[in-house]
Nanobody, 125 residues
Framework: VQLQASGGGLVQPGGSLRLSCAVS????????IGWFRQAPGKEREAVPC???????YYANSVKGRFTISRDNAKTTVYLQMSSLTPEDTAVYSC????????????????????WGQGTQVTVSS
């Protein structure tokens, strides 16, 4: 199983960015995918996550600004980010699991078996 995150970069405050997570070796129809981020000196946090059934979890800090979506045919999961602020600066990683966690457990990093490398998102003027 491999996950490849891409799409990070430098964006100005208020701007938008779309991250992609290409998944291979795993059937997205039966997998949950999570986006996690970690900023320097801070703990890793789940940003949005999506279950195999389409249930979603969003951190309060990103609700209304971030959207997770999944294209099972393309085996890719997207993270659309808008109204970005400097506080969104972090390394963003995608993770996958076939455990089918319940919605309340989607944000639990220990539920995820496979991790991709991170992509840096920097929000700065």
């Amino acid at each position: 199983v491999q996950l490849q995150a891409s799409g990070g970069g430098l964006v100005q405050p208020g701007g938008s960015l779309r991250l992609s997570c290409a998944v291979s070796g795993l059937n997205l129809d039966y997998s949950a995918i999570g986006w996690f981020r970690q900023a320097p000196g801070k703990e890793r946090e789940a940003v949005p996550c999506i279950s195999s059934r389409g249930d979603t979890y969003y951190a309060n800090s990103v609700k209304g600004r971030f959207t997770i979506s999944r294209d099972n045919a393309k085996t890719t999961v997207y993270l659309q980010m808008s109204s970005l602020t400097p506080e969104d600066t972090a390394v963003y990683s995608c993770a996958a699991t076939s455990k089918r966690p319940v919605v309340s457990a989607l944000s639990d990093a220990s539920m995820y078996d496979y991790w991709g490398q991170g992509t840096q998102v920097t929000v700065s003027s």
